[in-house]
């Protein structure tokens, strides 16, 4: 046990990263089967994560989940049919921080959200519909909250 010993190091447990699986690839494609005008946008590697593609619906609803690498993510997105971009060159559309937003505002303060959709409801409001949609697709913000594959995600 000297100070150039042969023994491995003790890997840490648990591991902030891990490769790209199918089970990716199944959500990223269930978001844009369940989300209309969705655009992709290719996170690349760093020191800590692995490539990654953040997929952001027209309501501003996203999702991230790791990728095989950036290549394999922009020929993925054209074969799905949907816009593609470098996040490192365009950033992230301000309807993905809206969304955030919108969201920390209803868990806040979950009645508000509530009386303020019955009401619209009740005057027949069409917005109201499309939030309630959304919100009734809410599993995808629980990332957002903290839970999910990358804890940085909105689905």
């Known amino acids: 046990m000297g100070l150039f010993g042969r023994r491995k190091p003790k890997q840490a447990a648990g591991s902030l990263d891990r490769s790209a699986d199918k089970g990716d690839r199944a959500h990223l494609e269930l978001f844009i089967a369940q989300h209309d005008g969705v655009e992709a946008f290719v996170e690349p590697r760093t020191s800590v994560t692995s490539a990654s593609m953040v997929l952001v619906a027209r309501s501003g609803e996203w999702t991230r989940r790791r990728v095989p690498d950036q290549a394999t993510a922009f020929d993925w997105a054209k074969k799905m049919a ?58 995808s913000a629980t990332d957002a909250a903290g839970g999910g594959l990358d804890d940085t995600t909105g689905q």
């Open 82 to 139: 949907i816009p593609c971009y470098d996040a490192n060159l365009v950033g992230y559309p301000q309807r993905m921080r809206d969304w955030d937003i919108r969201r920390a505002a209803q868990a806040k303060n979950p009645q508000t959200h509530t009386a303020q959709a019955q009401d619209s409801q009740a005057q027949g409001s069409p917005v109201a519909d499309a939030t309630d949609s959304a919100a009734a697709r809410s599993d």
